[in-house]
DNA sequence: AAATGATTTAAGCAAATGTTTAAATTATAT
DNA sequence: ATATAATTTAAACATTTGCTTAAATCATTT
């Protein structure tokens, strides 16, 4: 009864995948999909019942594997800071193996921002609490600058997303190939992991002054 | 021999501009414009050549826009932490009162790089050398952390942009409505403003102690 | 092997798209 | 006023689009 359904339908998916990711849902047409996938263009409508339900289950797909990494990160039992970093960590790989996932993202927010809204409502509840609960706490207990959680997490998106949304720009501004941009990247992680745990931690000269040494030296005068 | 040319012209671009915005570059049709703006769809074609040339139009006077305030910023005969101030400040009210212009700057970046590539090339050599001077002597006298100019220019424009980036996700995700919006990217801007500030200048305890009072209180044990 | 149901294909449909055409209208110069 | 050139319009053109159809192929069951 079933030949190798599977197979295909996973071909399709692939090169909707691809083939979304690379021009956008209007910019993607269902012959691109179906050639990138060396299958007839029917199929996809046999598997899929539209090119925006294909969409939807492509998209749905790569969200869920992208909150998958945070939510795992968010309930590994470390402290707050060491959370950060590996947050920031986990964006960074993310999105550098996938540059175009960012502006995807960003773009169905814009083309349909209640499809968005309603998966990540889904995922919120489970992990996002977790992590709010626990920079209460830190704020209560005088580590963390009081600062609400949504700003938090802002920081952390923003300084993440937009170095791979602007990578063709900066390659071209600055004259890099694809290994200066990498370091370029690296470096630039390192400095906002830097910044963002500087101004939410307030610092303890005691333990700071080794932690950080030449960042926190000239603070000791 | 001319009836109201710039009249007609006008409203194409005002009409090409408010679609392209909403819809992007494929999302967009002539027709849709031709609607907007209330004339013949032919109309489109007897004032710009193609769909891509009109776009090309409207895009350069936008961005042209945008720099335009960036380089006033610049130029102005200020100190560089002011400067950045200013920058943000700039950033800020820019895609406030046009949050789509980020995305929409985006994509076109993600759909035809070389495009935004050429103009950012030419407008780079008026003013962000200018910019970088004044940030490498800050370096040199110790003023300012060691950094590259890329770095900062990144930090500016990730902060900035992100929060309207994601503005339909925010109001929703955290069920605000415009004004909540505003008073939390209001809040934003405070925020981004004291980290990056806080990050690249090297504080002197003795001044910084009265500037920040309360934020730089807790480093002076 | 024959029958059945799942999968794949080629062909094409209806609508939409960017663009052109040729005629109609309007403004301007003589 | 009339001729001329600029502007505007309705209609249509050729492609492209998402999607459907109906026949062909393949795998599985009996």
Redo the contacts between chains.
């Keep these: 009864m079933m030949k190798c359904a599977s197979s295909t339908e996973e071909k399709i998916k692939d090169a909707a995948r691809k083939v979304f990711l690379e021009?956008?849902f209007?910019?993607a047409t269902t012959r691109d999909i179906a050639k990138e996938a060396g299958l007839n263009c029917a199929l996809m409508n046999y598997y899929f019942r539209s090119k925006e339900k294909l969409f939807a289950t492509v998209f749905e797909e790569m969200l869920q594997l992208f909150f998958q990494g945070m939510t795992t990160v968010l309930h590994k039992p470390i402290s707050l800071k060491e959370k950060l970093v590996e947050l920031i960590e986990h964006d960074f790989q993310t999105f550098k193996s996938n540059p175009?996932l960012c502006?995807f993202i960003?773009?169905e927010?814009?083309?349909a921002?209640?499809h968005?809204?309603n998966i990540?409502?889904a995922a919120?509840t489970q992990a996002a609490l977790l992590f709010e609960q626990q920079l209460k706490e830190a704020i209560d207990q005088g580590i963390v600058?009081p600062?609400?959680t949504?700003?938090v997490l802002?920081?952390l998106?923003?300084?993440t997303?937009?170095?791979f949304?602007?990578k063709?720009?900066?390659m071209?501004?600055?004259q890099m190939n694809e290994d200066d941009f990498n370091t370029?990247a690296e470096?630039?992680k390192q400095?906002?992991t830097?910044?963002?745990v500087?101004?939410l931690f307030?610092?303890d000269?005691e333990i700071e002054l080794r932690q950080h040494g030449s960042?926190s030296a000239?603070?000791s005068?």
Tied chains: 1, 2.
């Design positions: 021009k956008g209007e910019g175009s502006i960003l773009n927010l814009h083309r921002p209640d968005l809204v990540i409502q919120k600058r600062v609400n949504h700003h802002s920081l998106l923003s300084n997303q937009f170095i949304l602007g063709a720009l900066t071209n501004t600055w370029y470096d630039h400095l906002i830097q910044m963002i500087n101004f307030i610092a000269p960042e000239v603070l005068h």
